[in-house]
Protein backbone atom coordinates (compact mmCIF):
# COMPACT_ATOMS: atom_id res chain seq x y z
CA UNK A 1 0.00 0.00 0.00
CA UNK A 2 0.93 3.76 -0.63
CA UNK A 3 -0.04 6.91 0.53
CA UNK A 4 0.14 9.97 -1.54
CA UNK A 5 0.03 13.19 0.27
CA UNK A 6 -0.36 16.54 -1.36
CA UNK A 7 0.72 20.17 -0.15
CA UNK A 8 -1.23 22.32 2.42
CA UNK A 9 -2.57 25.04 -0.42
CA UNK A 10 -3.90 22.56 -3.33
CA UNK A 11 -3.71 19.04 -2.17
CA UNK A 12 -2.65 16.55 -5.03
CA UNK A 13 -3.02 17.53 -8.27
CA UNK A 14 -6.27 16.93 -9.92
CA UNK A 15 -5.23 14.71 -12.19
CA UNK A 16 -4.28 11.73 -10.03
CA UNK A 17 -7.28 12.32 -8.12
CA UNK A 18 -9.54 11.86 -11.58
CA UNK A 19 -6.86 8.23 -12.47
CA UNK A 20 -8.68 6.89 -8.61
CA UNK A 21 -11.31 8.55 -7.17
CA UNK A 22 -12.73 5.69 -4.81
CA UNK A 23 -8.81 5.48 -3.39
CA UNK A 24 -8.92 9.35 -2.80
CA UNK A 25 -9.87 10.30 0.38
CA UNK A 26 -10.12 14.39 2.14
CA UNK A 27 -9.51 14.80 5.94
CA UNK A 28 -12.72 16.93 7.35
CA UNK A 29 -11.72 20.32 8.33
CA UNK A 30 -13.61 23.53 9.64
CA UNK A 31 -14.20 26.13 7.68
CA UNK A 32 -11.93 28.12 9.99
CA UNK A 33 -8.84 26.46 9.87
CA UNK A 34 -7.01 27.17 6.42
CA UNK A 35 -5.23 23.41 6.45
CA UNK A 36 -3.50 21.11 8.35
CA UNK A 37 -0.22 20.64 7.90
CA UNK A 38 1.42 17.59 6.54
CA UNK A 39 2.73 16.33 9.63
CA UNK A 40 -0.76 17.00 11.37
CA UNK A 41 -2.49 15.05 8.01
CA UNK A 42 0.08 12.34 8.14
CA UNK A 43 -0.68 11.36 11.86
CA UNK A 44 -4.38 11.54 11.49
CA UNK A 45 -3.87 9.31 8.41
CA UNK A 46 -1.79 6.50 9.75
CA UNK A 47 -3.82 6.74 13.42
CA UNK A 48 -6.88 5.33 11.73
CA UNK A 49 -4.72 3.27 9.29
CA UNK A 50 -3.47 1.81 12.84
CA UNK A 51 -7.17 1.55 14.14
CA UNK A 52 -8.96 0.32 11.47
CA UNK A 53 -6.18 -2.44 10.82
CA UNK A 54 -6.05 -3.62 14.27
CA UNK A 55 -2.36 -2.81 15.14
CA UNK A 56 -2.94 -0.78 18.34
CA UNK A 57 -4.42 -3.77 20.04
CA UNK A 58 -1.51 -5.93 18.41
CA UNK A 59 0.58 -3.23 20.08
CA UNK A 60 -0.50 -3.86 23.56
CA UNK A 61 -1.77 0.08 23.02
CA UNK A 62 -4.74 2.34 24.49
CA UNK A 63 -6.24 3.38 21.25
CA UNK A 64 -5.38 7.11 20.72
Given amino acids: DVLIFGNELTGLPGAWLERSPQQSLRIPIRSCVRSYNLANS ?3 VMAQ ?3 T ?3 WDALGADTP
Fill in 53 to 55: AGC
Fill in 42 to 44: AAI
Fill in 49 to 51: AFS
